[in-house]
C-alpha cells in the first residue's frame, strides 16, 4: 500500500555489481591497491572456498563477503578478502568479524591477506578500522581500510561526472539511505538516476546492469512504481531507448509465480493452483513478494486471494 515505506534490499544488488565490475570497484574505492594489481592476469572470486573458511564463525550477521585471488604487478600471488557492509546499522562486533576472518583464511593459505570495508550505514560517526590487544606484552593490532558511504554526499558533483560504473552504485545507495521515510523523494531519485545514464551514453550492458541495481535498491510502493514507469516510458520515448530492466523484472516475475506455485501446492493441495492464472497476470514484483510471503500466514486460500484483489483494487487503474 502507499502509505508503506518502500523496503530495500541492500545485499543482492551489492553481490551482483561486485562480481561484475570489481575491477572497476577497485579503481574506485582502492586506487592505490588497484595501481598495484596485474589484471592482465585475471581475478578469480573464491567465494565456496570462503564460506569453508568461515562456517564455524559466530560472529553476528552476515555481511556480503569476497574473496578474490588476484597477482600483484610484480608476480607475486596474493589474496585479497573484500567485506563489503551494506546494513543500515552499526554493529560493534564489526572489526572482530574483520580480524578473524583475516586470520582464519591467512592461516588456512599461508598467503597475506588485505581486507576492506565498505560501510553502507546512517550513522556518519561509526568507522571501525581496527582490533587489538595488549595482554602481557603480547600486542594485537589489526587495521583495515575502510569506505564510508555517507562521505561521498559532499561529492555529488564528481559523482555526476565519473563514468566509473560504481559512482551510479554510491548515488543509488545514497539515495536509497536518505529516503527511507519519503516516497515521493524516492521516486524522483529513481528517475533522476535513470536520466543520467540514458544521457551519458553507457554502453548497453553497462546500462542493463546499473539499471538493475538501481531498481533493486529504490524501490517503490505500488502505486509509485506504477507512476515512475508511466515517466521512465516518456523518457524514453524522448531519449528513444527502452527501459532495460524490464527484461530483469520479468524474469523476477516468472521465479516468484514459480515459488507461488510450489507453495500454493505444498501447503493447500493441487486444487489450489487454479490460482495461478489470475496470480500469473499480476505485473507488481512487489506484489508477487506479498502473495508469496502471504502463503505462510494464510489459513485458506480465499485469504491468500484477498491479499492481491484488495492490492489491485487500491492501486490499479481500472481498464
Known amino acids: 500500500m502507499s502509505n508503506k515505506a518502500p523496503q530495500t534490499e541492500y545485499d543482492s544488488p551489492w553481490k551482483q555489481i561486485l562480481q561484475l565490475y570489481f575491477q572497476d ?28 573458511v568461515v562456517r564455524d564463525a559466530e560472529l553476528g550477521k552476515r555481511l556480503i563477503d569476497k ?32 580480524f578473524v576472518y583475516n586470520y582464519r583464511i591467512f ?112 524501490t517503490l510502493p505500488l502505486d509509485l512504481e506504477r507512476e515512475f514507469q508511466r515517466e521512465v516510458e516518456q523518457l524514453e520515448a524522448e531519449q528513444r531507448m527502452q527501459y532495460v530492466t524490464s527484461f530483469e523484472r520479468i524474469a523476477r516475475m516468472e521465479e516468484l509465480v514459480e515459488a507461488i506455485k510450489l507453495g500454493l501446492e505444498l501447503k493447500f493441495g493441487p486444487e489450489a493452483l487454479n490460482l495461478v492464472p489470475e496470480i500469473s497476470s499480476l505485473e507488481d514484483v512487489e506484489l508477487l513478494r506479498a502473495v508469496r510471503n ?16 484488495s492490492s489491485t483494487t487500491d492501486n490499479l487503474p481500472e481498464n
Open 67 to 98: 574473496l578474490v585471488k588476484i597477482y600483484r604487478i610484480r608476480g607475486e600471488e596474493s589474496w585479497l578478502l573484500i567485506h563489503v557492509e551494506v546494513q543500515s546499522q552499526e554493529e560493534s562486533d564489526f572489526p572482530k568479524r574483520m
Open 294 to 309: 502471504g502463503i505462510k500466514t494464510a489459513t485458506t486460500v480465499d485469504e491468500l486471494r484477498q491479499i492481491y484483489q
Open 107 to 218: 592461516d588456512r593459505y599461508d598467503r597475506s591477506v588485505a581486507s576492506c570495508a565498505i560501510l553502507g550505514d546512517d550513522n556518519i560517526n561509526w568507522r571501525p578500522s581496527q582490533f587489538g590487544y595488549d595482554l602481557f606484552g603480547c600486542t594485537v593490532d589489526f587495521q583495515f581500510p575502510v569506505i564510508k558511504l555517507l562521505d561521498y554526499k559532499h561529492w555529488l558533483s564528481e559523482l555526476e561526472a565519473s563514468r566509473n560504473p560504481f559512482a551510479t552504485v554510491v548515488m543509488a545507495h545514497l539515495a536509497a539511505v536518505q529516503t527511507r521515510s519519503n516516497r515521493s523523494q524516492r521516486k524522483q531519485s529513481k528517475l533522476n538516476l535513470v536520466r543520467r545514464l540514458y544521457e551519458q551514453g553507457f554502453e548497453r550492458e553497462a546500462v542493463v546492469n546499473l539499471l538493475a541495481f538501481i531498481d533493486w535498491m529504490l
Open 25 to 52: 570497484f577497485m579503481l574506485f574505492f582502492f586506487p592505490q591497491a588497484h595501481s598495484e594489481i596485474d589484471w592482465s592476469r585475471g581475478f578469480e572470486f573464491l567465494d565456496q572456498e570462503l564460506q569453508q
